[in-house]
């Protein structure tokens, strides 16, 4: 059984200027003994100045969308797979590492000053995609814990669903020290901060993703064998893994549009474009 390690980079940061907030993602794979780069995304959360986005709803929201990206691999709950999440935030880490959530559990979210909980909605979220809280639940308390100690929806609702969610290991790091990861995370966090769109990605390289979105668009362009030999030409890039980066993550922007497959006008621009690339690739 091959062994595959995940290390990803979660950051997150708030922009005073207009309120919003913004996320970086940095992930590597490790496997046969080469590690390749398998996302970076720049994320915007949209907020304001009356009602502004903060650091800590940014890092657990980077941590969140991080769990969302492995959820859709497929053996990502192997036994050969190790995942680690670094971060540079304690607020998230201590949470892991002290088990804060058992005291927020057993007092109806209340912190430690006896007041609500902040972010309860995204911390809720988070530990609903993350074994490591079920694993604690059942360390501390045994196999009848949940029933006999916990009593709120929402911590059924965890529990629940713990068979789905992802066991990691939430590692902390320190900010600006010259990690590679953590610096790209910082920076497309930064990339985010920039964009005044409400979530979107502004950078995201998955080059398998992206070869799965290529072959697909060619799938509804190509149905009648239109520019059959163009299609050849282009496949054999992309197989060869030569296609150049610019125009593959200019093919992958038409086939990103939700409405693309339905959308005979796209289509139009895309065949146009394959067309011109396939004339100027030797």
């Known amino acids: 059984m091959k062994f595959k390690k ?3 980079y979660a950051d997150g940061g708030c922009n005073p200027n207009t309120g919003d907030g913004s ?19 720049s994320i915007n959360i949209l907020g304001s100045l009356e009602k502004p986005i903060t650091n800590q709803v940014a890092e657990l929201t980077s941590v969140i969308r991080t769990l969302d990206f492995l959820s859709t691999i497929p053996d990502i709950n192997s036994d050969a797979v190790e995942i680690n999440i670094f971060s540079d935030s304690a607020y998230i880490i201590n949470c892991f590492k002290n088990n804060w959530f058992l ?15 902040a972010n309860k909605e995204l911390w809720i979220e988070l530990f609903s995609k993350s074994r490591n809280v079920f694993l604690s639940f059942r360390e501390k308390f045994g196999s009848r814990i949940l029933e ?27 900010g600006h020290n010259g990690i590679y990861g953590n ?5 497309l966090a930064t990339i985010g901060k920039n964009n005044r769109n409400p979530d979107e990605i502004v950078k995201e390289e998955k080059p398998l993703q992206i070869k799965h ?6 799938d509804v362009v190509f149905k009648n064998n239109f520019l059959l030999e163009e299609k050849i ?45 396939a004339s100027l690739v030797d």
Not at 149 to 174: A, D, G, Q
Request: glycine share 2%; charged share 25%; net charge negative.
């Open 23 to 41: 996320c970086g993602i940095f992930i590597e794979l490790s496997e046969n003994g080469q590690t390749k780069v398998i996302l970076e995304k």
């Open 233 to 277: 030409k282009i496949l054999s890039l992309l197989e060869n893994n030569t296609l150049p980066e610019e125009v593959e993550l200019e093919l992958n922007h038409w086939v990103m549009i939700p409405e693309f497959d339905s959308h005979i006008s796209l289509q139009k621009i895309l065949y146009s474009y394959i067309k011109e690339i």
């Open 213 to 218: 979105n290529l072959l697909k668009a060619f």
């Open 6 to 8: 995940y290390s990803c």
């Open 183 to 187: 610096e790209r995370a910082d920076e």
């Open 103 to 117: 005291n927020w559990f057993r007092s109806s979210w209340k912190n430690s000053a006896n007041g609500p909980v």
């Open 148 to 174: 006999e100690n916990f009593s709120t929806p929402e911590i059924h609702e965890i529990i629940k669903s713990s068979s789905k969610s992802i066991r990691i290991n939430f590692l902390k790091i320190k």
